[in-house]
């Protein structure tokens, strides 16, 4: 019954503050706030997504309702999305692969204008890894063993990185039997359980190469990675591309500027914040948080986009 | 013997049935709602496309139906469904997405009802946390469907119907809805 | 890290897992009492004519994930309430087939034939015990075999399938399972097809959605728990209630009160049935170590193996109220479900419908990923997922004590329940589903698509195609797939990978003897 005065007041009370168009600070959802989470319940993506919630939730009082909208890179996400109310009352978490490359591949008739960027946070850790008792420590090591006959079957989790790792064989002059699979996990088991030589992992290594278990062969950024920075990059094996990209959230376009400031500000909040348990989760496998958010973003995304046409030329070549 | 099956044995007419479906399925949905062929080029090499699954999923069903109609039309175990059969199974039916409709779209008509009877600016969307609100459309649904099926089976729609629906329903929403927040009742997950 | 080790480490994974609550200072589990809630509720469930355990764990599903969360703590506790209901299902099964002439599950149908008329005779609760004595006994076996041979099967699995193997051996589950479940070869491939198709709209490699018309409600595939449901729950709820209106043997009839006195089984009538029920355990461990077969099919064996076996002389004919026709019966269809988890363990394969839940909640919850390196015993580093195998095995021997010393007392008190009209539990149930699955889904027209393959289910039945074949389908039907696309891309595009891989081909074959061997039968009979 208390809890029916409480929202029942609070309901009444938001028709007042949306009609003063109030500042960032002052921002908070019309209401409850539907959180769609492209990746499958129980991975690392969703737990990241549902902590921040569950976070923001704890400090700031609003209300989530997390919900599986799962598939096709993000684009089931997106196309969701595109017709929900734009007030910040519906968010979603996707990586900016799905505005990228996944959008610029379909012919789903969407584009990154179709949608509000809020904030990106954390960076992909993508490498190749292979199990440690393979015996290879870098890049060279399968190169060499495809040179002399071995067939290398190589897990890639969507089209990207598929074309990545395509290119990746071309440079180096060998053809790798590549194998999709639905999901960073999914490749992780396929590597562990031998059905695959190497795979890309975008951070769900970290546990595996901290045991020894698991050995980054290259960095797939243009960076090199945090755990392993003496693995070679991308563009050092010859590969003008590369797989970085991050976890971004998003909403429908036209969302206010307020809403979109103060959405990205909480979850910066949270992510940045070691303290919390998404923070935690965030250090642990992606070695901390990238939030890049506003006009930064809005760039990023366009230049991502655009560039994608490239890589889906050179990997048809 | 049914009224479906004009001059077949029901075994025939269900292999036809399926014969028919499979045989569009192949022919017209597959080719045309699939944006790859069975093998497709990529990255310069083939790859198996999207078509390959479903085809062969709707090559069982053919193969299945030939079977029927080359082997087993005359079966020992024959079904039938006749015409009283077929009318119960339509009202239940019926019944069930009367009260799903209620589901979806009570508590937010009444909602949009009432703001427009008390100029309130409201919408059920960003009231569908509050106790009660939430609940209207379920447990008004949950007994329309109670309520309708067991008055279908009786023949008669009796109080007693409605109120175990009604009962049912509030069981529901307190085994499901109160103690757990990230679960929730239909319709809320749609607004 | 021993063998011994990861036993001991399971079972305090179990025992001393995050606690409930104390009594006297000692802390019981909060996986103890699921397990104990969980066959109390199966014992329920499978007394209840109408419903079994598949809907009980289905049901509960959705309730245990938002309460204990998608973590890795999550897995006994959820594993154990649905092997709790499973086992408590399988005994309570036999209630309402000895007191009221409907089996309470399907595999329980065998148990009608001796087990009612002995009710008859006013031996109601001396057939429950033997029903009781058998369905335990069998059980029990078919859990020791599956913790031996579960290891030994990963094993196997792990050095000889590789990809196109496992391509090969999931096409031969399949077509197994249409040939031996399906009502015919015709109709099991039907079924099969069926399944197929419904699990490959929405999905698939490209970024269009196949076979979803352009719209935005098919982009995302049917949800498992839709069609799954909706052809089990959903269409035998219609298929009841059908029969409800078309017999009205439910309303004349009156259910048997169990009275009798001296119900008693002697030390020495518990020997005279042991080689029965020994055999039939076998038969039914047989049966559920296979993918795809249920427990009806060991239940019919088991009974029909011990009816020839029968001297009509001794002890009066089978069909006449017979123990040993209980004890073959209940004996064979509980050994199904220890045994049928090991293709559920070592390769995702699910073997029947209780099966197909405990691999879904498997799958929603992290940390405990079905394949061979499950069991992997690592003696450096720590493989959890053997010591979480080791505490599923814990959970059911748990639910198996339990089931030895009250489960018979509290399955002989549970004779009320056939008097609830089913009439009024069907329309309960089916809100109750459709509420599950709403809570999973989230959206309407899920509710939309399980009705719609409730509907389906439903002229199934009627047409005399079982749906397990579908619901089988339906769910290996992905991992087909992928597996089939993995299997020729890391083949090197190999497009005859399930001929030049031997194994494999040995599968491809078995897979075509299986349908022609199970249809020529059919067509002699």
């Known amino acids: 019954m208390f809890q029916w005065l409480k929202t029942g007041a609070a309901a009444l009370g938001i028709v007042a503050a949306t009609a003063l168009g109030a500042a960032a600070e002052d921002w908070k959802p019309a209401g409850p706030v539907k959180l769609m989470i492209a990746f499958a319940a129980g991975g690392g993506a969703d737990t990241q997504a549902r902590l921040i919630a569950e976070e923001l939730e704890a400090t700031l009082g609003w209300s989530f309702i997390p919900e599986q909208v799962t598939g096709k890179g993000g684009l089931n996400l997106a196309a969701a999305m595109k017709s929900e109310a734009n007030d910040g009352t519906v968010i979603g978490m996707a990586v900016t692969e799905t505005l990228g490359y996944n959008m610029a591949a379909s012919n789903s008739g969407m584009t990154p204008a179709d949608f509000t960027p809020i904030t990106t946070t954390a960076g992909f850790q993508m490498g190749v890894v292979a199990r440690s008792d393979k015996g290879w420590n870098t890049m060279a090591d399968v190169v060499a063993a495809a040179k002399s006959g071995q067939d290398i079957r190589f897990g890639v989790m969507s089209p990207r990185l598929a074309d990545l790792a395509y290119l990746l064989g071309k440079a180096q002059g060998v053809d790798f039997n590549i194998i999709s699979v639905k999901g960073g996990k999914a490749v992780m088991n396929g590597v562990n359980a031998g059905d695959m030589d190497i795979g890309f992992m975008a951070g769900i290594q970290a546990k595996g190469v901290a045991a020894g278990d698991l050995v980054n062969l290259a960095s797939a950024l243009k960076a090199p990675l945090v755990q392993t920075p003496d693995a070679p990059t991308f563009a050092d094996l010859g590969v003008e591309f590369s797989a970085d990209g991050y976890f971004m959230f998003m909403g429908p376009a036209g969302m206010p500027d307020d809403a979109r400031a103060a959405l990205a500000n909480a979850i910066k909040g949270v992510v940045e914040n070691t303290e919390t348990k998404a923070g935690g989760l965030i250090k642990k496998a992606f070695g901390g948080a990238s939030v890049i958010m506003g006009g930064d973003l809005d760039a990023m995304v366009a230049s991502d986009y655009a560039s994608a046409g490239d890589l889906l030329k050179a990997a048809s070549e | 013997m049914g009224p479906f099956y004009f001059f077949m044995t029901p075994n025939k007419f269900t292999a036809v049935i399926f014969l028919v479906f499979a045989i569009v399925v192949l022919g017209v949905w597959i080719p045309n709602d699939v944006e790859t062929g069975l093998l497709e080029k990529m990255r310069r090499h083939w790859v198996i496309g999207d078509s390959l699954a479903p085809t062969l999923a709707a090559g069982f069903v053919l193969f299945g139906a030939a079977l029927i109609l080359l082997f087993e039309k005359r079966d020992e175990a024959q079904f039938t469904m006749a015409a009283a059969q077929f009318v119960f199974f339509l009202k239940l039916v019926i019944v069930i997405l009367v009260a799903l409709s209620v589901m979806r779209h009570l508590g937010p008509i009444l909602i949009n009802t009432y703001a427009a009877i008390s100029g309130l600016e409201l919408e059920y969307r960003l009231l569908r946390d509050v106790i009660g609100v939430k609940h209207i459309g379920f447990l008004i649904g949950g007994m329309i469907m109670i309520g309708g099926m067991i008055a279908v089976v009786e023949g008669r729609l009796s109080h007693r119907a409605l109120v175990i629906g009604l009962i049912w329903s509030l069981v529901l929403i307190l085994v499901y809805d109160l103690p757990f927040e990230d679960l929730l009742l239909p319709p809320n997950g749609d607004v | ?525």
């Open chain 3, 1 to 525: 890290m021993s063998v011994l080790d990861y036993i001991w480490l399971g079972i305090l994974a179990v025992f001393q897992g995050p606690e409930a609550f104390s009594i006297f200072g000692l802390a019981i589990s909060i996986t103890v009492i699921m397990v104990i809630s969980g066959f109390f509720l199966g014992i329920l469930v499978g007394a209840t004519p109408g419903l079994a355990g598949p809907v009980a764990m289905a049901i509960s599903l959705p309730i245990l994930i938002s309460t204990f969360g998608y973590n890795t703590d999550a897995l006994l506790p959820v594993l154990g309430f649905l092997i709790g209901v499973m086992k408590g299902a399988t005994v309570g099964g036999a209630v309402p087939a000895i007191l009221f002439n409907t089996p309470g599950t399907p595999d329980a149908f065998m148990t009608t034939l001796d087990g009612y008329p002995m009710a008859k005779r006013g031996e109601a609760k001396r057939a429950l015990r033997i029903a009781h004595f058998s369905s335990v006994s069998g059980d029990t076996f078919s859990d020791l075999v599956l913790i031996i041979g579960a290891p030994f099967l990963a094993i196997m699995v792990e050095r000889y399938l590789d990809l196109p193997e496992k391509t090969a051996l999931l096409i031969l589950s399949l077509s197994f399972i249409s040939a031996v479940v399906g009502g015919s070869v015709g109709r099991g491939l039907i079924s099969t097809g069926l399944g197929l198709l419904a699990v490959y709209v929405g999905t698939g490699e490209d970024f269009y959605p196949r076979l979803s018309v352009g719209t935005q409600t098919l982009a995302q595939g049917f949800p498992i728990s839709t069609s799954v449901l909706g052809v089990l729950i959903i269409g035998a709820v219609f298929k009841e209630l059908d029969d409800l209106r078309s017999d009205q043997r439910a309303s004349r009839m009156k259910p048997i009160t169990t009275s009798d006195t001296n119900s008693a089984l002697t030390l020495a009538e518990r020997i005279k049935l042991a080689p029965t029920i020994f055999r039939s355990a076998v038969i039914g461990t047989v049966v559920g170590a296979l993918p795809g077969i249920g427990s009806t099919l060991a239940a019919t064996l088991g009974y029909t193996a011990a009816k020839r076996r029968h001297d009509d002389a001794e002890g009066g004919k089978f069909g006449e109220g017979v123990p040993k026709g209980i004890a073959a019966t209940e004996a064979a269809n509980s050994a199904v479900s220890g045994a049928n988890l090991m293709p559920v363990l070592s390769l995702g394969i699910p073997g029947n419908a209780a099966a197909v839940f405990l691999l879904l909640a498997m799958d929603s919850i992290s940390g405990f990923n079905p394949s061979p390196t499950v069991f992997k015993f690592d003696p450096v580093n720590l493989n959890p997922e053997l010591v979480m195998a080791f505490g599923i095995f814990t959970t059911m021997f748990l639910a198996n004590a339990l089931n030895w010393t009250v489960g018979g007392r509290v399955m002989r008190s549970m004779g009320f329940m056939i008097r609830i009209p089913k009439h009024i539990l069907l329309p309960s149930v089916l809100l109750l589903t459709l509420t599950a699955i709403y809570v999973q889904e989230t959206r309407i027209e899920a509710l939309y698509f399980a009705l719609g393959f409730g509907v389906l289910g439903y002229l199934m039945r009627v047409f005399g195609i079982s749906p397990l074949p579908f619901v089988i389908a339906f769910i290996l039907g992905a991992k087909l797939e992928e597996t089939a696309r993995q299997a020729y891309a890391a083949t090197g595009n190999d497009p005859w990978f399930l001929f030049t891989h031997p194994i494999a081909a040995v599968f491809v074959a078995l897979s075509v003897g299986v349908m022609i061997l199970t249809s020529r039968k059919r067509g002699s009979v």
